[in-house]
């Protein structure tokens, strides 16, 4: 007498193979998915604040107002500010532009410690696409401003200064990547 039930099926098998692997593949690409989105949210950088939507336009008569903190876009000059390290302040309406095309923007209270001030023009160095200048007013010793996120900081020894020039120097919140800075 030949029993079917309890013999092995190669087909069965196969297709049971098959579909085990495939799982397997679908679940380590949803792992991968929710790394990668973990690693590149914009918020994932303590104290990172984001501000959504910024209006943006050029209105060379604009002048914008002085605030606590350097603005995080919006409308502004057409002329960018030329990406550097400044002594004195910049112009606001223009860092913003540069702000668009991708720059991150330092700046310190104009009181900062000397040696903090030279900590930061070390790491500015001749980095592309990054503004450092003082700011007049700022509650916070040092601000790093990208389009649309800001990050207040109290000593330029912060780790968090490195990770987010990293991730915003010509990062994921640029309207105008890589557009003259």
């Not at 079917?4 to 099926?9: G, I, V, Y």
């Not at 087909?11 to 679908?26: F, Y």
């Not at 790394?35 to 060379?60: C, E, L, M, T, W």
């Amino acid at each position: 007498m030949n029993d079917q039930r309890n013999s092995p099926n190669p087909q069965q098998d196969l297709t049971r193979k098959r579909m085990i692997w495939l799982i397997i593949s679908l679940s380590l690409i949803m792992l991968s998915l929710v790394i990668i989105f973990v690693i590149n949210k914009p918020g994932s950088i303590d104290g990172v604040v984001i501000y959504d939507k910024q209006i943006r336009g050029h209105d060379d008569s604009l002048l914008l107002e002085s605030s606590d903190l350097p603005p995080v876009g919006g409308v502004h000059n057409s002329q960018w500010q030329e990406c550097g390290i400044y002594s004195e302040p910049v112009s606001p309406e223009k860092a913003v532009h540069s702000l668009e095309n991708g720059a991150v923007w330092i700046t310190y209270q104009p009181d900062l410690a000397a040696g903090e001030v030279a900590k930061l023009e070390a790491l500015a160095g001749d980095q592309d696409y990054l503004l450092l200048s003082p700011y007049p007013g700022q509650r916070s010793p040092i601000v790093l401003t990208a389009w649309g996120v800001q990050l207040e900081v109290e000593s330029s020894d912060d780790d968090r200064i490195g990770a987010f020039i990293s991730r915003y120097r010509l990062g994921p919140t640029t309207p105008e990547r890589g557009a003259a800075c």
